[in-house]
């Protein structure tokens, strides 16, 4: 049994008229991933294909002709094919990437003389890319944030997403053999996109692992979605292309949101990552006082009591200052006066001039 290619393109022609019988789909939609061909023509059981028979394949389809659930024939180019039980197998395999070698390990071949008495079909795969699978985390995904990569500081927080994603039947012989193959009619996408999107959703965490390692902030992943297609891709090609005969074909990352709690402590991290720089923290305490200095003035009702808290505060922070400040390694400190670093055990600072205490 084998195929011939009478015509090549998508269109039919007058070449129909020539056929006993023949087999088409119509354009599959995207909530369909295969379908039994329609038969047409004479007449005759539907479950047989006549010696002669002619096969109609379009543009993002390829036909299987089946026997008791054993492929036979596949072709995956758009053309007219017809069906030749003389020949020897055949393939068309359309460019698809492993098809060959699928088909020799699937296919079965029976023939009885001549004489037809088992049931076959034509079933049609959809190999277009099947879009708008949208997702969005039940379960918060983890997420680290590092600071610091020569200390180590990170912390961890939980990342919740949404987007959408597409995929592409790479290799239909596996698909029906291991997924499709037990329908009589038809195959819809909902059947099996439950399972795909949870599975999508696991391989993001190894996927966020490698983002977060590259130094990728947690809001910048909706402009790296190619890094995260690829990590996902990687993912899932064992239980997606190697056992479904699907690839992964893109992935969009509408928004990212975390946790209130989550948001502060990255900036409690911040701002102590911020403070180990000597000259950051004193600063930081000059702000703190004017800050009081000003709330204080600014408060008639209570403004002794506020001027006696600036004074105490103040007070500390000039002890703080007059300690030199943040120390460094060195043990010298910083200048109150004019902010350049002191020599350790210095009396006067020698930039300005003045005493340090």
Not at 79 to 99: A, K, Q, R
């Amino acid at each position: 049994m084998g195929l011939v290619k009478a015509l090549t393109g998508s269109v039919i022609g007058t070449i129909l008229d020539t056929w006993k019988d023949y087999f088409v789909c119509d354009s599959l939609d995207n909530d369909t991933l295969m379908v039994k061909g329609t038969k047409r023509g004479f007449g005759g059981s539907g479950e047989v294909i006549t010696n002669g028979s002619g096969i109609v394949v379009n543009e993002g389809q390829c036909a299987l002709v089946v026997e008791e659930g054993n492929i036979l024939e596949v072709a995956a180019e758009p053309g007219n094919y017809t069906f030749d039980s003389s020949l020897s197998p055949s393939i068309f395999d359309g460019g698809l990437e492993g098809l060959k070698n699928s088909f020799k390990e699937a296919v079965g071949r029976f023939t009885y003389g001549g004489e037809v008495n088992k049931s076959q079909r034509v079933y049609y795969v959809n190999t277009k890319e099947i879009m708008d699978n949208r997702f969005g985390t039940s379960t918060p995904i983890p997420f680290r944030v590092v600071f610091d990569k020569a200390t180590g500081s990170e912390v961890e927080i939980s990342v919740r997403c949404n987007g959408q994603f597409s995929f592409k039947i790479v290799d239909p012989v596996v698909f029906y053999t291991k997924v499709a193959g037990n329908k009589a009619d038809r195959f819809d996408k909902d059947e099996l996109l439950a399972m795909m999107k949870s599975e999508m959703l696991d391989a993001l965490n190894p996927a966020f692992g490698k983002l977060s390692d590259a130094g990728i902030r947690y809001s910048e992943l909706p402009s790296h979605t190619a890094e995260l297609k690829e990590a996902v891709s990687e993912v899932l090609k064992t239980p997606w292309e190697e056992r479904r005969g699907i690839a992964f074909e893109s992935l969009t990352i509408n928004s990212v949101s975390i946790p209130e709690e989550d948001a502060e402590r990255i900036k409690n991290f911040q701002f102590s990552a911020v403070n180990r720089d000597k000259d950051a923290a004193n600063a930081t305490i000059v702000s703190a006082v004017a800050d009081a200095l000003r709330d204080a003035a600014n408060n008639p009702n209570g403004a002794a009591t506020g001027f006696m808290n600036v004074n105490m505060a103040t007070n500390t922070g000039s002890q703080f200052l007059q300690q030199g400040g943040v120390q460094t390694a060195a043990g010298g400190g910083y200048c109150p006066n004019c902010g350049k670093p002191l020599p350790e055990g210095a009396k006067f600072c020698p930039n300005c001039g003045k005493p340090v205490q």
